[in-house]
C-alpha cells in the first residue's frame, strides 16, 4: 500500500472500514477488481488496521 497509485484507495477502504464496517470495506477493495488493491488493503488490515478495528470495537480480539 506504499505505490503512489495504490495508497490513496487503500487508504480510503481504511476510512471505509473505520466509518463504516470491515465486510463493505472488504467488498469495495472487491469491486474494484484490481489485484493490487485488494493485495494493498489486505497487507493494510494485517499491518495497522486490525489492532484500530479492535480499539474502536469493531472486531473482538482473538484469544487462544
Do not use: C, G
Amino acid at each position: 500500500y506504499q505505490d503512489e497509485h495504490i495508497a490513496p484507495k487503500a487508504n480510503e477502504l481504511k476510512e471505509v472500514a473505520l466509518q463504516k464496517d470491515l465486510a463493505t470495506a472488504i467488498q469495495q477493495a472487491v469491486d474494484t477488481h484490481n489485484p493490487a488493491i485488494v493485495k494493498a488493503f489486505h497487507d493494510l488490515i494485517a499491518d495497522e488496521l486490525f489492532q484500530q478495528l479492535v480499539d474502536a470495537h469493531k472486531l473482538e480480539q482473538l484469544t487462544a
